[in-house]
């Protein structure tokens, strides 16, 4: 086993991918690599790696019956998940903040909300999947409002930044 210390500066960088590639290429026998600390066994599971983040989701889903509100919030929540891990990625949270009035009455497809049920989503994925994402929720007309947060790993443990701005009583 080799093992080889690489300064990542940026997942994004494709340097850095292309550098790693390089070394794989100039050790085809070796079985493995410890690059920061970590173990990669092929080129397709490191730049995995690389170009993984991890994003924050916060969606707004409708409530057509009041007693049964977190029912398309959980389908929502669900078809989302589903979509994740197809595409690779990794769900490490979802969290339902509950039935909140909206500040303001919101209009999607010509009807006129005025609450709605939040839920949060930590999740792993790749921009690709993330933009995808994004596409399917402005399509689901069962969605008030999204929005996806690039969350940043080293400040960030398992909490999300719902937790950091209404801390746990």
Same mark, same amino acid.
């Given at each position: 086993m080799i093992k080889i210390k690489l300064q990542v500066i940026s997942k994004s960088e494709i340097t850095?991918?292309? +550098?790693?590639?390089?070394? $794989?290429a100039a050790f085809p026998a070796t079985p +493995? $690599?410890?690059? =920061?600390?970590? !173990? +990669?066994?092929?080129?397709?599971?490191?730049?995995y790696i690389l170009f993984t983040m991890l994003y924050e989701l916060i969606a707004i889903a409708r409530v057509t019956n009041p007693s049964s509100a977190a029912v398309e919030a959980k389908e929502v929540a669900s078809t989302i998940g589903r979509l994740i891990i197809q595409n690779r990625g990794v769900v490490r949270q979802i969290k339902s903040l509950g039935l909140q009035h909206l500040p303001?009455?919101?209009t999607k497809d010509q009807e006129h909300h005025f609450q709605g049920e939040k839920f949060l989503m930590l999740f792993d994925s790749s921009t690709s999947v993330q933009s995808e994402i994004l596409r399917? =929720? !402005?399509?689901?007309p069962r969605v008030i409002r999204s929005m996806i947060l690039k969350v940043n790993d080293k400040k960030l443990a398992t909490s999300s930044s719902y937790d950091r701005i209404r801390p746990r009583a």
């Open positions: 850095n991918l292309v +550098y790693c590639i390089a070394i $794989f +493995y $690599f410890l690059i =920061l600390g970590h !173990r +990669y066994s092929s080129v397709i599971e490191l730049a303001k009455i919101m399917t =929720l !402005r399509a689901d």
